[in-house]
């Protein structure tokens, strides 16, 4: 069954301090992996687009990685307006003439001042 | 440009009442996604649109209908509302993508229903 994974649920962490959030996949023919941030209360803001494994993309103070299995997105030296909730959504085969769009369920990012 | 924009942004229903939530986008794109997010959930589709006058069923229809008779507009209706369809509502869009079938989605603001 196809399935995306974030972990973790939920992280805290202080100002300036590095970390990681995980996006575990199992789907048949990846096409494309999203990363999209969510503030409360709003829609989701699309961030990157990955295409295949190896790839990276920046923007300010995020990475995104694209293994054969998992994406990282990295954050370095975070400040409290990236607290947000971090979505991670693949984009696979459904049939021959259509795709499907699976959504992780996404970390809670908290930065403390 | 307003990008997709959502009405209402809160209703309250009781058991069995009906409405249609709007959606409306001014991108041009052809593709339209009705979604419910539920705590502990993540986003799950309903119904999406490839093009005007084209609907198909995501991974939660039931109880929901949709038309898209305009291209920026796609309509989300509940018949018949049932507690259990308590969620936040997002519409997305997105462009078929010049590089092939990838494309990202662009949201609307959301539309919180509540069931009573």
């Known amino acids: 069954e196809d399935q995306v994974t974030q972990s973790p649920e939920a992280l805290r962490l202080q100002e300036g301090e590095s970390s990681s959030l995980n996006c575990s996949y199992t789907v048949s023919g990846l096409r494309g992996l999203f990363w999209y941030r969510q503030d409360p209360g709003k829609g989701p803001e699309f961030l990157f687009t990955l295409y295949s494994a190896g790839e990276e993309k920046e923007k300010e103070r995020l990475k995104a990685t694209l293994t054969k299995k998992e994406s990282f997105l990295h954050i370095t030296a975070p400040k409290p307006e990236d607290s947000a909730t971090y979505l991670c959504a693949v984009q696979a085969p459904q049939d021959s003439s259509a795709s499907k769009i699976i959504f992780g369920s996404g970390t809670r990012l908290s930065i403390r001042p | 440009n307003a990008g997709v924009t959502q009405t209402p942004k809160f209703r309250v229903l009781k058991t069995g009442q009906s409405m249609t939530l709007l959606c409306a986008q001014d991108m041009n794109h052809e593709y339209m996604y009705w979604y419910r997010q539920d705590p502990g959930m993540g986003l799950r589709l309903i119904h999406y649109s490839v093009g005007e006058g084209t609907t198909a069923k995501g991974e939660v229809p039931d109880g929901y209908n949709v038309s898209r008779l305009k291209k920026q507009n796609f309509l989300l209706g509940l018949e018949s509302a049932a507690p259990s369809q308590t969620s936040v509502y997002f519409c997305?869009?997105?462009?078929?993508?010049?590089?092939?079938?990838?494309?990202?989605?662009?949201f609307g603001p959301g539309t919180r229903l509540t069931v009573t």
């Open positions: 997305a869009s997105s462009s078929r993508g010049a590089g092939g079938p990838v494309h990202e989605q662009y």
